[in-house]
Every structure is written in C-alpha cells, then in structure tokens.
C-alpha cells in the first residue's frame, strides 16, 4: 500500500528550498555551501524517525512474497527499476540482501564497508593508502591497486579508480550474491554490490544533521526534496566533512554535492539524473608495519609518512541519466547513460623495508591519475506467457592514465625514520620515472536472459552474454604497446523450487570474466580473470522472519594480487578456488525489536607455484556480526531508539611473501541511543568500537598494515522539517 506519510510541511519559504532553486537554475552554489567548514557532522547513522526526504512506502513487511528480495530494515522509498536489480534477480538469488537507509542510519554506517557488516562473506581489503573502499566477496577481491568493483545506480562506478563513497548519498545497498546476482546482464559468481542513490519525490522535505566527533570530527549534511511541478521534482544532497583523524598527522577533508531530478511526463515514462561531485583530501596513509610477526606490535595511531608530502587529492565527478517507458501488454524499455570523470594526485612517502626490526627505509611517490569512463545500456523486459525475458545492449568506453615516479630507498639514502621516534622534515630525495601508462577500453556486450515459471512451484532461469572487447595498453616510458581482443560467450542457469510457501531450495551456476588493468613488472599487460561457479540455497520466510543458508563453490583465475618478487607490482595468481557456507537471518521481535544476524565459514585458496603460500589475502575463515535495533516511539513521534552490535573477524593471512604473517582475530562492538523530541528533532549518541578493541582491519604486506580505529564517539541532532 503505497500513501504519503503526514506530517510532511511545505518548504517554499525555507532557507533549504532558496538553497536548491538557487543551484538547479543557476548552477551556483550558495554562500552558505562555499563556508562549509563542517563545524558540526550530520551523521547518516540517525533512525528514520523524522518523515522520509522522498515519496515513501509503507510496506506491510510480514506478507513480503517469498520470491522478493530479503529488505534488511524499511524500505521506505520507491523503487526506480532504472537504478536497481530486476526481479528476476531478486527471485532466484535468494542469499542477496538489500540493506536500506534506516538500518543502515541505526547502526552507524559512515563507510561502505560498515554497512557490508551486515551480510555474510563480505571482508575487507587493502584502502590503497585510504584513498578507496575495497573489500572481497565470498573470499574474491579485486586488484590491491584499483579494488573491488561496485557499481552506483547499475553503472561500473569504480573502473580504474574512484574516492571513497560518502554515506550520504545513498538510499540502500544491495549486495547481490552469487551467479543469479545479475545487474543488467553482469554477473559475478562470488557477488556484486549497487549502491542506489537518493533520487527526487513528490512530497516536499527537507533535513540537516550536525554532528561533533572524536579527534575533532565535523559533519554537515543537508538534504532537500522538491517538486517543482506536478511531474518534476529536485532533490539535492550537500556533505561537507573535516577531522583531525585518529592516524597522527593524518586529517581528513571531503565534500560531496549530488542533485538529482526526476520528470514523469505521463503515466509509463520516467527519467531520472542523478549527479554526484566529489572531492578527497588527506594525506596518504600506509599504516604502520608488522614487528616480529605482530601486526599490532606498534602503536596504531604512529604515521610512518612525511607530513611535508601534502595532502593526495581524489576529485570525481558523475552524471547519470537513465529513463524508463511502459511499452504496455507487460513489456518496457529501460536505459541509461552514465559519464564519469576523476583525478588523484598527490605525493607519499611509504615504508619499503625494515631494518633490524628497528630502521624503516621509505620510497617517495608522486601519483598523477586521470579517468575518463562513458559507459551507456538499453534493455527490453516482458512476458510471453510463463516466461518473463529480457534482452540487453551494453558498452562502455575507458581512457586511464597512471604516471607514478618513484626513488627506492638505498643504503646511501635510506629516506628512513626510527619506528620509535620517527622524525620528519627530511630532504625527500629526487624522483625517478617509473610507471606511464595509458590504458583505452573499448566493449560492447548484449545479453538475454528467461525466467520461465514452469509449474506453480518451480521456476527456471537461463542467461546468455556476448562480449566484444578491445583492450590497449601503451607504455609511454618505452613505447610497447600491449593489446587485447577478444569474443567470449558466457552462460548461466538456476533453478528455483517453493517447497511449502515460506521454504524454498535454489541452485544457479554460472561464469563471468573481468579485463584486469595495469602492467607486471616487465611491462606486460595481464589476460582477464575468469570465473564460475555455483550455489546452492535453502530459504524461508516467514512473518517477521528472513532466513538463508548457502553453499557456493567458485573458480577463478587471472586474479591479480601481490606480486611475490616485487611487491611494487602485481601478478596474476593461477587459480583461485572459494568455498563455503553462508548464513543470513533477520528477525522482528514484537512490535519494537529487529535483529540481523549473519555468519560465514569461507575456505579460499590459492593454486599457483609462484607463491609462497596458497593463501588468499585478508579473507578469514569464520566471520559473523550480529546487530539489534530497538525503536520506542509514541504516536507522535516522541521517544528513544537504541542499537547494538558486534561484529567477529577471524584470522587471516596478512601477506603473501613468504613471511606467514597473520593477522589476529577480533571482536569489535558499536552502541547508540537516539531520543526524538518531536517528528523533526532527534538527538543521537553513538560509539564505534566500544570497547576499544586493537585489530588490524585489512593489509597489503607486512610493511603496510592498516590498523582499526581505537573508540570514536560522536554526538549529532537532525532535525528534520
């Protein structure tokens, strides 16, 4: 049942509406935006407890059809097919999860990989010096240089490279799994995650968040909708954050606008554009390195850099524009065209090598990247009786350029610092060239796709992709140029059973490949990874109850990861081969009560002589969390919401050298107490990592390990009008 929510209040007369009529005419920011000097943070992590920023729906969650994807919290916003999975997907993948923007506000997500605690297999990699998310699914990661990739609004938002994504922005997260996980005929056998933006309604709101931080952290987010007719409607996002950082000598700077507009010129035919600007700024940051082994033996806080580098600044810029047109008889055409634009820059000073566990020799950096990635797709759905088809066109075009110089450190001029008093302002010596590389991508795809329901109870999926690709690498250093052609067809195939009407079975198999950028340390470039694998699942649902069991077995190869003779450059590893079991539940307790809860055994290895150890960087072998929400509002509006949450990592590898490094298992807990005054004020408490737990969150060799934030408390009020 889809209805306004009351409550909702004109804003024509608000400083907020005078803010965005102002940027959608004139392009121009106010003044008001150009001092945001982020005095006070608007956290993301408040309870929807104020009325939704866009039109929203009130779902009746215990009679959610067996065959919808499982929504982790309310979902509370309409569903733009444009920018999301198809129900195809949301059918036959039934370990897939949607983690919407309440859930994610309660318990506190500031980061991608916050929000990607609550499901399973999900585990964090090397943050390129904290310059990107990254993170590895069901034991599958991407290149340590150029991460994980994830897609915004169903577009590759990360090829080459991208900032990390501002929590912000982001209406929910939806984390495909497996190979029925498809998202416009993309597909990967270990999982995909789309992150749906907030995008404009028909209901004028509008919000501001203030939040004050430990080590100095300040947040402002606004958020404002309005319809500026009866069928168009604005919606801007303005976030502007600075902190001191928990990392000595490592601040923090971001700045993040997103306008986005909706036009619905008749009943069946909608477009939306969805923008995003983005700006980056901190030092970077290696961490700190392993002593004997320990890779918590040195203080967590101790930066290894030289604070006279600068700050490395990451600018990135996406426009979007996607549309959708009811064809009528249950056929529709939906499309899209998405342009991004990015830059990093800037110098470092990184260890490269430990001296008698004592001395720690530093290389110098400059990073010069630019990106240019035009990517655009069409598809046609409907149905000719039982089967429901769609059939797509896709392509995209990259230009990226790395210039990296660099000087290795040398007995001579060793560039180091004391790991127990490290002193800075050092003559930084002279760079060298030593990567220059221009990559050009050009691939064209078109896939098909049946979900036939062959009986009330069963239903079959079958899928089929063709690529063409044109990959070109110049070394502009030496003038080698490597190319690549090809024209694989890939497949897959799932099948669904409903054995009662809350339990269902599935299994879906299914194969992919990913062109890997960059050159090894000869200079050549690397063939693209390639994978398959299946799923096997056991659902149910039931009133106030989600629950999923999975087994998967992967193969890939062409996996890049550290090179295990020089770990300044990668290597592809041979094979890698994933396995395991995945549990997922969420369940509401009454009418005040939600816990998610998830649990994954991951067994990853390694097949490659090449490498010291078969194991798989950063991935553990048992992971879980488990989160409580509680909400206690009276009819107005009024009263407290608490959450809870622990989150366990076991050990895992903390390199690949040879050296056996690993990396502790922990525990680490998050708390916070809201209390809502009225419908537009609510005032909020949170602690991340409450009982100060030391870990190691992710590394990239035993000299660059980053540590986890000691306990951060933050205080923030929303008010909401």
């Known amino acids: 049942m889809i209805r306004r929510r009351d409550g909702q209040h004109p804003l024509d007369s608000t400083p907020l509406h005078s803010i965005m009529r102002r940027y959608l005419i004139t392009g121009k920011t106010s003044p008001l935006f150009k001092r945001l000097s982020a005095t006070a943070l608007l956290s993301p992590s408040l309870f929807c407890v104020a009325p939704a920023l866009a039109e929203t729906v009130d779902v009746e969650e215990d ?18 097919p444009t920018l999301t999975s198809d129900r195809a997907t949301e059918t036959m993948s039934q370990s897939s999860r949607s983690i919407e923007r309440d859930l994610m506000s309660a318990v506190g997500t500031y980061r ?123 919606r801007l996002v303005i976030a502007t954050e600075d902190s001191d950082g928990w990392r000595g000598h490592v601040s923090l700077r971001r700045r993040v606008v997103a306008p986005s507009l909706t036009w619905r010129p008749r009943d069946g035919l909608r ?19 392993a002593i004997n082994g320990d890779a918590n033996a040195l203080p967590r806080s101790t930066y290894y850099g030289e604070p006279n580098d600068g700050d490395t600044s990451a600018r990135n810029q996406r426009h979007q524009l996607s549309g959708e047109a009811d064809l009528g008889g249950d056929w529709s055409l939906n499309g899209g065209v998405a342009w991004r634009t990015g830059t990093l820059k800037g110098f470092s000073s990184d260890q490269s090598r430990l001296i008698d566990n004592q001395t720690l020799w530093r290389q110098r950096r400059s990073r010069d990247f630019k990106v240019d990635d035009l990517s655009a797709r069409i598809e046609l759905r409907g149905r000719i009786g039982d089967h429901a088809l769609s059939v797509g066109a896709k392509g995209y075009v990259l230009d990226y350029a790395e210039r990296w110089m660099r000087r290795n450190p040398t007995a001579d001029i060793p560039y180091a610092v004391d790991i127990d008093n490290p002193v800075y302002g050092q003559t930084p010596p002279e760079l060298l060239p030593f990567t220059n590389n221009r990559e050009k991508r050009w691939s064209g795809t078109l896939y098909v796709q049946d979900m036939w329901n062959a009986t ?90 989600d629950v999923a069991l999975s087994w998967f077995d992967i193969r890939k190869r062409g996996i890049l990861t550290n090179d295990p003779v ?66 206690f509002l009276d009819a107005d509006g009024r009263g ?5 949450g622990l989150a366990y990592v076991g050990e895992r590898a903390g390199a690949i050298d040879g050296s056996g490094l690993r990396l502790p298992d922990y525990v680490k807990a998050k708390a916070a107490v809201d209390y809502a005054l009225s419908r537009h004020v609510t005032l909020r408490v949170e602690a991340d990592n409450l009982f100060d737990a030391r870990y190691a969150q992710s590394s990239y060799s035993s000299l660059w390990i980053f540590p986890g934030a000691p306990r951060t408390i933050r205080a923030s009020a929303r008010i909401a009008l």
């Open 566 to 631: 020089d770990a300044n450059y990668l290597a592809p590893v041979g094979k890698l081969r994933s396995r395991g079991l995945e549990l997922d539940a969420s369940v509401k307790l009454g009418a005040h009560w939600q816990l998610v809860g998830n649990y994954a055994w991951t067994d990853a290895q390694a097949d490659d002589d090449a490498f010291a150890t078969d194991d798989v960087l950063n991935v553990p072998e048992h992971a879980g969390s488990l989160f409580a929400v509680g909400r």
């Open 271 to 289: 477009f939306t554009y969805v923008g995003e600007i983005t700006r980056f700024d901190a030092p970077f940051d290696r961490g700190i390195p």
């Open 112 to 234: 991608l990989s916050d929000a990607l605690e609550l499901v399973s297999g999900v585990s964090n990699q090397n943050n390129r010096g904290g310059f990107m998310d990254n993170f590895a699914i069901r034991g599958f990661l991407g290149t340590p240089d150029g991460g994980a990739e994830y897609y915004v609004d169903g577009f590759l938002a990360n090829r080459g490279m991208a900032p990390p994504r501002d929590p912000s922005t982001t209406e929910r997260i939806e984390l495909l799994k497996g190979p029925a996980g498809a998202l416009f005929g993309d597909i990967d056998p270990g999982g995909r995650v789309n992150i749906v933006s907030k995008t404009p309604g028909f209901t004028p709101a509008a919000s501001a968040i203030f939040t004050y931080g430990s080590f100095d952290t300040k947040r402002i987010e606004l958020d404002a909708n309005v319809p500026l007719s009866t069928t168009i409607a604005a």
């Open 63 to 80: 009679r959610r059809a067996p065959s919808e994807i499982v929504v982790l919290g309310t979902r509370t916003a309409r569903v733009d």
């Open 640 to 644: 407290p919401s608490v959450s809870a």
């Open 456 to 545: 009330d109870r069963l239903t079959l999926i079958g899928g089929m992709r063709f690529d063409a690709y044109r990959q070109r690498i110049r070394n502009n250093r030496t003038g080698a140029v490597g190319k690549t052609v090809d024209e694989p067809l890939s497949f897959r195939f799932g099948a669904r059973y409903q054995l009662s009407n809350a339990i269902a079975v599935h299994g879906n198999w299914g194969e992919n490949f990913v062109l890997n950028s960059g050159t090894d340390r000869n200079g050549t470039g690397f063939a693209p990874e390639q994978g398959k694998g299946y799923e096997l699942g056991l659902s149910g649902a039931w009133p106030g109850i």
